[in-house]
C-alpha cells in the first residue's frame, strides 16, 4: 500500500479556499437558520400522510436534518443518505462498474431496503422530480443540499398516499423555502494515496420581497477526480478472484476464493491456448507443444510458466501480466464526476388565503468510465498468417510446431491492452418548472394544486470502442500481393467478404507493425446513446375535517393526479446493429400515461382518558390507471388498486405503538417495457460443463407483457419518548416490517440463470442456448431479460436512538444510534428460496445482498460556542460472500458439492469518521464554522474477497481508504 504524504496542491488548494472565503465573508446581520428556527424544526411532527394534523402516522418516518450533512460534513445529501442503514448505496461513483442504470454513471440514486432503487420514491417537497434515468428513478445530485431542510424517510408501504413506486418507501426532500439572508459553504478532500482529489463549493440566499413576496435561490459544483483502477490499492491489485475447479475435478471445491490469481488465456501480449478437453480431470491443463507460448512485447516468444491452479481463465501463480492487471475488471474503483446545479423559488401571498410559488430546478451531472476492452481466449490463427513470430528454439517456433504436429492452425488468448477500451462519458441535464397554488379554504379546509414541467437529456459517448466484425477480420492476416499482408477477406476467392478499410492487426506483443495505428483506427470507432426523458404533472389535493369527533375532527384527504412519461432515444448505427464488442445503444420510445384519484382518513377514536391518552386510526386507498404505448408495440392498459390502514395506541405520553397493513405496487417504467435488446458478456460457471469457468454472452433488455409488482406490507412498532427528567432526553424507536413482492420485475442474472437450469428450472433452461443445441454445448448466449418471474420477501427491524446530555454551561453530548436488523432478505423461483440476508460480497451475475445488522451511530460534543466535535462510527456485520455457495465452515458443506466453496465467510467492518469544527465569531448574527475531518479514520480496506467490480464490494465497503477533508460553512 502507498503512504503518501499530503502533496503541496492539497494543501495550497485547501489555504486558497479558507482564505478566499474568508475574505469574502461581510459582517452583516444573519436573518435566517438562527436557533430559534433550529428549535421550531425540531418541534415539527412529521407525519408520512397527506393530511395535516398533530397525530403522529402509523407509518415508520425516520427524519435526517440538515444538521446531518454538517456533522458528517458531506458534500451530497444523496452521500449523507446512503450512510443510513435502511438505505444500500446501489447507484454511487462507487458502483458504476457494477453496472450503471442505463449507463448512467456517477449519480447518487437512493434505494431502501436493498429492494431496488426502482421501488424507492423520490419526491422534492411532496412533489414528484423528473426522472435522471430510464429507470425512471431520481438522481440527487441534481438538488442542492445547501438548500435542503430535512429529509423525511417514510420506511414502509406508501404508494396508496403517495403514488406507485413507494414500494420500499419513500424519501420526501425538503427545502428551506423561508429561508432569509445568505449561506456559502466549500470543502475539500483527497485520499491518503494522493488520490480522489474533491472540491465543493454552495451559496443560497433568501429575500423578503416587500410583505407578500419571498424568493430563494441556490446551487452548488462539486468535482471529483475519483480512484483509477485496481493497481491503485492493494486490496484490489492482490488478485483475490474465485476460481473454479476443472471439469471432472473433485479433489478442491467447486469455487475457491484464493489471492494471486490472474487472468493467463488472455494475457496482454497474447498467449497459445489449449482445447477445452486439456483442462477435464486435471487442476492444471495438459499443454501440447503448441500451448503455453507467451509474448514479450516486442512479439518474441517464451514459454510460460503454469500456475499451481488453473482453469480456462485463471490461474494461481504462474506467468501473469502483473498484480492488479486484469483484461476482465479494467475499470475505475470510483468514477471522476462532475455535478452543478441551481434551484430557485418565488411564492407570492397573493391574498391572506391564497398563495402562488413558482420554481425551478436545472442540473448538470456528467462522469467517466470505461467500456470493456475487446479479449478473446480462442483466436483462430492460421499457419500462412504473416504475423507468426519466428524463434530460433525450435520448441518455440510456432511454424515448427505446427508442421511437426500437423496442424495448420492455433488458438491464441489475448486482452488487447494496446488496442485499449472505449473511453465512456456521460452526460446528464435535467430541467424542470413548477407552479403551484395554495388556498386556505377556511374551517380546516385547505386545496392545493400543481403543474410540473420537467425535462432529462442523457447523452452517453463512447470513445474508441472495438466493434467485433472488424477486429476478427483484421486478426485473420494473410499473406498479400507482392510480400505485403492482407486482411483474409481481401484474398481468399470469395469477392462478397471484401473489406477495403480493412487493415491486418499484428496480435502478437503489443502495437506491433508499422501498421498498426492504421489496423487499431479500423477496429474502433466512437459510439453515443441519447435518451430524452420528458414528464408533464398535474396534481390536485384536498385536506380537511369532516366533523368533530369527542376524540378530535375526523381528518379527509382526497386528491386526483395525471402524469405523463415519455422516453425517446437514439445511437449511432453501428450501435443499432450490435456491432461493438459491449457497449451498444439503440433506440427506445415509450410513453406511460398514469391517471389517478386518492382518498386519505385519519379517525381519532379516544384521546385523554385512561389507559388511551391516543387511539386513532388512520387509512387510504388509491386507484391507477396506466396507459403504455410505443411507436414499436401495441398499447396497452392496466388498472390497480392499493390501499392502506393503520393505526395509533397510547396508553401513555411516553409510550406510542404503531402498525399498518397495506397493498403497494410499482408499474413498469418505460425501459423495462419498451427498452432496447443490449448486447453484453458475463464470467460465470457452467454446471452442465462440470463447472467449468466461462464468458458468455449474454441478451439483456425489455419485455412489453410485464405487469405491475404487487406488494402486501405489514409494519409495528413502538416510539418511546418519555418527557420528564434524566430520560425526557431520551427517544427511541423499534419497528419492524415485512414486505412481500408478488411478480416481481428483475433480471435473473446470468449465474442464477445456468445454476437454476442444472437444478431443474425449466424457465431459466429455455434461456440459454449452447453450441449444436447439446445440454453441455458451450453457451452462445443468455437472454436475461427482464420479467415477472419471482417473489421477493423482506423482514427485518430499524431501531433508532437518540440522546442529549447537558454537560455545564453552553456544552453538551449528543448521541444518535440506527441500526438495521435484515431478517430475510428472499428472491423465490421455480426451484426455490435464495436468502440474500447476510449476504455482503458481491459477485457479478448474481442479485446482490444486504448485511444482517448495519449500525451507524454518530456522538457529537459541544463544548461551550466555539467548538465542537463529532465521532461517526459505521458497523457491518459479518456475512456470507454468495448465497449460491456453500463454504467449508458452514453447515452441509463436502468438497464434492457443485456449490462447494473454499470459503463464504465474509468478516465484518467498522468504519470511524471523525470531524471538528471552530466556530468564529464575526458577529453577533453572522456565524462562520471551520471544520477539518477525517472518513476511515483507521484505513480500513474492504474485505479481501471477490467482486463485480474485481475485488470487493464497492456498494457496501468503503473502496477509498482514509481521506482528509476541510472546509468551511457561513451564515450571515
Same mark, same amino acid.
Given at each position: ?94 458502483? *458504476? ?188 491443463? *495438459? ?138 462519458? %456521460? ?58 499482408? @492482407?486482411? =483474409? ?31 487499431? @483506427? ?44 415519455? %422516453? ?105 417495457? $419498451? ?35 404487487? @406488494? ?16 425526557? =432526553? ?154 449460491? $455457495? ?9 468438497? *464434492? ?71 468551511? =460553512?457561513?451564515?450571515?
Amino acid at each position: 500500500m502507498k503512504y503518501s504524504a499530503v502533496g503541496l496542491r492539497e494543501r495550497t488548494c485547501l489555504l486558497a479556499v479558507a482564505t478566499s472565503l474568508l475574505a469574502a465573508l461581510p459582517a452583516v446581520a444573519q436573518t435566517g437558520a438562527d436557533d430559534a428556527a433550529s428549535d421550531e424544526e425540531e418541534a415539527i411532527v412529521v407525519t408520512g400522510s397527506r393530511i395535516a394534523s398533530g397525530f403522529d402516522r402509523p407509518t415508520p418516518v425516520s427524519v435526517m436534518g440538515a444538521e446531518r450533512l454538517e456533522a458528517r460534513g458531506a458534500t451530497n445529501l444523496g452521500d449523507a443518505l446512503n450512510e443510513l442503514p435502511a438505505f444500500r448505496a446501489t447507484n454511487t461513483p462507487a458502483s *458504476t462498474g457494477l453496472g450503471a442504470a442505463g449507463g448512467y454513471v456517477g449519480g447518487r440514486i437512493l434505494d431502501l431496503r436493498g429492494l431496488g432503487a426502482v421501488r424507492t420514491l423520490t419526491l422534492l417537497d411532496g412533489k414528484r422530480f423528473v426522472p435522471s434515468t430510464t429507470q425512471a428513478t431520481v438522481d440527487t445530485n441534481m438538488i442542492p443540499s445547501i438548500l435542503l431542510q430535512r429529509a423525511e424517510v417514510v420506511t414502509g408501504g406508501a404508494s396508496a398516499v403517495y403514488g406507485s413506486d413507494a414500494v420500499s418507501g419513500v424519501v420526501n426532500l425538503l427545502i428551506d423555502k423561508k429561508m432569509t439572508g445568505y449561506k456559502v459553504n466549500g470543502q475539500l478532500g483527497f485520499s491518503q494515496e494522493g488520490d480522489n482529489f474533491t472540491r465543493q463549493f454552495g451559496a443560497a440566499g433568501g429575500w423578503q420581497l416587500g410583505e407578500t413576496v419571498h424568493l430563494i435561490l441556490g446551487g452548488e459544483f462539486e468535482k471529483a477526480e475519483g480512484v483509477e483502477s485496481c493497481p491503485q490499492r492493494d486490496w484490489c491489485a492482490n488478485g483475490f478472484i474465485n476460481i473454479s475447479r476443472n471439469p471432472g475435478v473433485t479433489s478442491i471445491p467447486a469455487n475457491n476464493i484464493l489471492a494471486g490469481v490472474y487472468p493467463w488465456t488472455a494475457a496482454y501480449n497474447g498467449i497459445t491456448t489449449p482445447p477445452s478437453s486439456a483442462y477435464t480431470g486435471r487442476l492444471v491443463p *495438459t499443454f501440447r507443444a503448441i500451448d503455453g507460448i507467451g509474448f514479450r512485447a516486442d512479439g518474441t516468444p517464451f514459454r510460460t510458466t503454469q500456475g499451481v491452479l488453473a482453469n480456462n481463465l485463471y490461474q494461481q501463480g504462474g506467468t501473469n501480466d502483473g498484480p492488479g492487471e486484469n483484461i476482465y475488471f479494467d475499470f475505475p474503483i470510483v468514477s471522476p464526476t462532475e455535478r452543478y446545479n441551481g434551484m430557485g423559488f418565488l411564492s407570492w401571498d397573493a391574498t391572506p388565503d391564497l398563495t402562488v410559488e413558482l420554481g425551478f430546478n436545472y442540473g448538470h451531472g456528467e462522469g467517466r468510465h470505461r467500456a470493456v476492452a475487446y479479449r478473446n481466449t480462442a483466436i483462430a490463427i492460421q499457419a500462412d498468417n504473416p504475423f507468426i513470430p519466428s524463434s530460433s528454439d525450435p520448441t518455440l517456433d510456432l511454424r515448427t510446431i505446427m508442421a511437426q504436429s500437423g496442424l495448420t492452425s492455433f488458438t491464441l488468448g489475448k486482452g488487447f491492452k494496446d488496442i485499449g477500451p472505449g473511453d465512456l462519458i %456521460v452526460k446528464n441535464n435535467v430541467y424542470r418548472f413548477v407552479a403551484s397554488a395554495a388556498y386556505d379554504i377556511g374551517n380546516s379546509w385547505k386545496a392545493d394544486i400543481y403543474y410540473q414541467y420537467g425535462r432529462n437529456e442523457f447523452r452517453s459517448d463512447i470513445i474508441g470502442g472495438t466493434i467485433t466484425s472488424r477486429i476478427l477480420k483484421a486478426l485473420d492476416a494473410a499473406p498479400g500481393p507482392n510480400g505485403t499482408v @492482407a486482411c =483474409r477477406v481481401n484474398v481468399d476467392t470469395n469477392t462478397t467478404n471484401d473489406d477495403a478499410a480493412c487493415v491486418p492487426l499484428n496480435p502478437f506483443g503489443s502495437g506491433q507493425g508499422a501498421t498498426f495505428a492504421a489496423a487499431k @483506427a479500423y477496429v474502433k470507432a466512437n459510439a453515443w446513446q441519447t435518451n430524452n426523458t420528458t414528464q408533464h404533472v398535474v396534481a390536485a389535493n384536498l385536506t380537511g375535517s369532516l366533523i368533530e369527533l369527542p376524540a378530535g375532527p375526523l381528518g379527509v384527504a382526497v386528491g386526483a393526479e395525471y402524469r405523463s412519461d415519455t %422516453v425517446s432515444g437514439d445511437a449511432d448505427a453501428n450501435s443499432k446493429a450490435l456491432a461493438f464488442f459491449t457497449g451498444n445503444g439503440s433506440v427506445i420510445s415509450g410513453k406511460i400515461e398514469v391517471a389517478e384519484a386518492y382518498g386519505e382518513a385519519e379517525v381519532p377514536v379516544l384521546r385523554d382518558v385512561t389507559g388511551f391518552q391516543e387511539l386513532s386510526l388512520n387509512g387510504a386507498v388509491r386507484r391507477t390507471h396506466y396507459k403504455r404505448s410505443s411507436a414499436t408495440v401495441p398499447s396497452s392498459t392496466v388498472n390497480v388498486t392499493t390501499w392502506k390502514v393503520g393505526g395509533v395506541w397510547a396508553p401513555v405520553d411516553a409510550i406510542r405503538f404503531r402498525a399498518t397493513k397495506s397493498r403497494d405496487i410499482r408499474a413498469p417504467n418505460v425501459v423495462e417495457l $419498451f427498452g432496447p435488446l443490449t448486447s453484453a458478456q458475463g464470467i460465470l460457471n457452467d454446471p452442465a460443463r462440470g463447472g467449468q469457468q466461462t464468458v458468455a454472452p449474454i441478451t439483456l433488455g425489455s419485455n412489453p407483457n410485464l405487469r405491475p409488482e404487487k @406488494a402486501d406490507t405489514f409494519t409495528v412498532g413502538v416510539v418511546l419518548q418519555p418527557s420528564d427528567g434524566v430520560l425526557g =432526553r431520551f427517544r427511541a424507536s423499534v419497528d419492524y416490517y415485512d414486505i412481500k413482492i408478488k411478480d416481481a420485475i428483475s433480471t435473473l442474472g446470468q449465474q442464477n440463470i445456468v445454476t437454476r437450469c442444472s437444478q431443474g428450472d425449466t424457465l431459466s433452461c429455455s434461456l440459454i442456448t449452447r453450441e449444436g443445441g447439446s445440454p453441455t454445448g458451450v453457451i452462445t448466449n443468455i437472454r436475461d431479460v427482464v420479467q415477472n418471474v419471482s417473489q421477493l420477501k423482506a423482514r427485518g427491524i430499524d431501531i433508532e436512538l437518540g440522546y442529549r446530555q447537558p454537560i455545564g454551561g453552553s456544552s453538551s453530548l449528543n448521541l444518535s444510534v440506527l441500526a438495521s436488523h435484515m431478517i430475510d432478505l428472499i428472491t423465490v423461483d421455480a426451484v426455490g428460496p435464495v436468502e440474500r440476508a447476510g449476504q455482503t460480497g458481491l459477485r457479478g451475475g448474481t442479485p446482490p445482498g444486504i448485511p444482517d445488522w448495519t449500525v451507524d451511530a454518530t456522538a457529537g460534543l459541544d463544548i461551550g460556542e466555539r467548538f465542537s466535535f463529532s465521532t461517526h462510527l459505521r458497523w457491518i456485520n459479518k456475512g456470507f460472500y454468495n448465497a449460491a $455457495f456453500v463454504g467449508a465452515e458452514q453447515p452441509g458443506y463436502t468438497v *464434492t458439492r457443485p456449490d462447494s466453496s473454499s470459503t463464504n465467510a465474509m468478516p465484518a467492518r467498522t468504519y470511524v469518521d471523525i470531524l471538528g469544527t471552530v466556530k468564529v465569531p464575526v458577529s453577533d448574527r453572522s456565524k462562520l464554522n471551520v471544520y477539518f475531518g477525517v472518513d476511515n479514520l483507521f484505513n480500513v480496506d474492504p474485505p479481501a474477497f471477490p467482486g463485480a467490480n474485481g475485488s470487493g464490494n464497492n456498494v457496501l465497503f468503503n473502496p477509498v481508504g482514509r481521506m482528509y477533508k476541510a472546509g468551511i =460553512r457561513a451564515t450571515f
